[in-house]
């Protein structure tokens, strides 16, 4: 399946020009109406009235024809091209032909495997699956070397090709070895009881393992980002009262010297009384007008 073939017959050329007098078909013959695979005639191929199945796949080696020979060459093999192929050649002296049967095989190569618990009493289900041609039977065997009964189903693919599905059932609790075979030994498949059913617990736990992993990694990160968070937000803390400390101080710097200076103004102007009897202290002006500029370099 898939490969390349060569089929041939021999004849005996009349002329050293044997295309002006002879016709040469290749035919694929089955019970029902036979199908034109090739068709060459005054040398030419005649392809108009090729059978899908074989367009683009099938041709005549015209260079082989001068030596008597009539070579079919078919492509891309499929299961159901195997049959009987017949070969005509019709010359001026009359028409002859010849039978050749060809059998196309897929062996069963790969061997999936799969284990699963019945519903009830605890056993195992060992299944076995390949997909071949022709039909292949499958033998079981324990690690003793002893056959065993098993269940087989096969269906048909779109290919043509056998696919087969066989089982047994083991005791989950017998540690042994159970083997399957296709296709006359060539192809096969081992299960190792109880070591097999214990990968799916072992990749659980590794599962759990990792997702641990991964919680923990997540919370640390977490942990770091809130610290960082909280280190910022103290750091603007600690900033904003380092400025509301040094404006309280240039505040009391502003009010200590407006008293000196204000002590200053008296001693140069003496004081007006008021019609209350009271005593009105002269404005700082001078003193408001010097720390106005060191008032502007303070934060807003």
């Not at 079919?72 to 050649?89: A, P």
Request: with cysteine; charged share 20%.
């Amino acid at each position: 399946m898939g490969g390349e073939v060569l089929m041939g017959c021999h004849f005996y050329p009349l002329s050293p020009h044997p295309h002006e007098d002879w016709m040469m078909t290749w035919y694929w013959r089955s019970r029902a109406s036979p199908r034109l695979v090739s068709h060459l005639e005054s040398g030419l191929e005649q392809d108009s009235f090729q059978h899908p199945d074989f367009k683009g796949r099938a041709r005549l080696l015209t260079e082989e024809i001068k030596d008597g020979r009539a070579i079919l060459q078919v492509s891309r093999l499929r299961i159901n091209d195997s049959g009987n192929y017949q070969c005509v050649v019709q010359t001026r002296n009359g028409v002859n032909y010849t039978d050749i049967k060809l059998s196309v095989t897929a062996p069963y190569k790969t061997v999936t495997k799969t284990i699963s618990k019945t519903v009830t009493g605890g056993k195992l289900v060992l299944t076995c699956l390949s997909e071949g041609y022709p039909m292949s039977t499958v033998a079981w065997e324990d690690g003793h070397g002893r056959n065993l009964n098993a269940s087989t189903s096969v269906v048909t693919t779109d290919e043509g090709l056998y696919r087969i599905t066989s089982g047994i059932q083991v005791g989950s609790w017998q540690e042994n070895n159970y083997t399957c075979r296709f296709d006359s030994r060539s192809s096969s498949a081992t299960f190792l009881i109880p070591d097999e059913t214990q990968k799916p617990k072992e990749n659980a736990n590794n599962a759990v393992v990792i997702g641990a992993c991964i919680v923990i990694v997540f919370t640390i990160v977490l942990v770091i980002v809130l610290i960082l968070w909280w280190q910022k937000g103290h750091s603007r803390k600690e900033q904003k009262i380092s400025w509301k400390q040094k404006e309280e101080e240039t505040n009391s710097i502003f009010t200590e010297d407006c008293k000196v200076n204000q002590q200053l103004e008296v001693l140069k102007d003496p004081l007006t009384p008021k019609p209350d009897g009271n005593v009105e202290l002269p404005a700082c002006r001078n003193c408001l007008v010097s720390k106005i500029p060191k008032l502007h370099l303070l934060p807003s």
